[in-house]
């Protein structure tokens, strides 16, 4: 059996999470995170888990779209289904790369069409981030200072290059076409990588519904952000909306990596890093983060519950 590759590997994974979260507890108080924890606004963090599961919905109807405009008819009900219990699958895995794989492998058993589910698991992530950077650029030109530990010159170079890659994979076909040696077209490997470099292209003639997806993709950033907000309110941490616009951002695409187990480590090292500039002391940013994860992970629950009834059966 071949092994796992090392950006993959659980142990990888667990040892960047640990020593980042060892480094934080080193230099912070825990007494004091501890402490904001159990005080933080029980009516505001009841509010937020109401948010959760709304993004939640947000995303399986932007899931949604993406299947309608390629044609896939897969039942409202399985879409939840799938996305639900990936997520929650996603929360064990490598970050969100694990979930998207479960949920593309899930629907190609569906849909006996490997490249459309993958396709379209990739379409919709791209969206994501592309949304991610857009969010970040507008925080950019609300907040506008260039004193904080994000730049505006900064925040808007990254934001434009991150749009800008994600949106060139819809022309994978033309520079795959070009770089891939003539040989291996009739390849097993070679045919599988054009069939995928072309579903992802076919989405260039569906602008409508790519503008669908995108307007939904920035719901759900807005949606993310403003938990944060909220939660930030929670914990007495007085930073204004405009500037969770810029870090979030950057939060949140941490979280993507696949370098931590369930989001700990990494995206909260950011986040603490991110808000000093603010002056909010660290045991509060670290607080924040923690529960930025923590009401993340309730929301793969309900995938939780599913799984766990499939398993039953």
């Known amino acids: 059996m071949t092994p796992a590759p090392l950006w993959r590997s659980g142990w990888l994974r667990g040892v960047v999470s640990a020593a980042i979260l060892a480094y934080l ?6 007494g004091a995170a501890l402490a904001a924890l159990v005080q933080v606004d029980l009516r505001l963090l009841v509010l937020v888990l109401a948010l959760v599961g709304l993004d939640r919905g947000v995303m399986i109807a932007r899931w949604l779209v993406v299947l ?17 219990v990936s997520s929650f699958l996603g929360s064990a895995l490598p970050a969100s790369v694990g979930g998207d794989a479960a949920r593309a492998y899930t629907l190609s058993r569906r849909t006996n069409d490997a490249s459309e589910a993958v396709a379209s698991v990739a379409v919709d992530r791209l969206f994501g981030v592309v949304s991610l950077a857009a969010v970040a650029a507008v925080g950019g030109m609300v907040w506008g200072t260039a004193s904080d530990a994000l730049p505006l010159g900064l925040v808007w170079a990254a934001a434009g290059l991150v749009g800008a890659g994600c949106l060139s994979v ?3 076909d033309r520079l795959l076409r070009r770089l891939l040696p003539a040989g291996w077209h009739g390849a097993r490997i070679g045919a599988a990588m054009l069939g995928l470099a072309d579903a992802l292209s076919r989405y260039r003639g569906r602008r409508p519904a790519l503008a669908g997806v995108f307007a939904l993709s920035v719901l759900v950033q807005v949606l993310r952000v403003s938990q944060a907000f909220l939660l930030g309110l929670g914990l007495g941490i007085e930073v204004p909306f405009g500037y969770y616009l810029v870090f979030m951002p950057v939060g949140l695409l941490m979280l993507l990596l696949p370098v931590s187990v369930a989001g700990f480590g990494l995206p ?7 808000l ?15 529960l930025i ?21």
């Open 68 to 84: 309608r405009s390629s044609g896939q008819r897969v039942a409202m009900k399985s879409v939840a289904w799938i996305f639900l």
């Open 25 to 30: 507890v080193a230099r912070i108080d825990m």
């Open 276 to 290: 000093r500039p603010q002056g909010v002391p660290d045991p509060l940013s670290f607080a924040l983060s923690t």
């Open 293 to 313: 994860v923590l009401t993340g992970l309730a929301g793969t629950l309900p995938g939780a519950l599913l799984y766990a009834r499939r398993k039953e059966r």
């Open 268 to 274: 909260q090292g950011v986040i603490v890093w991110l």
């Open 170 to 172: 819809l022309w994978a």
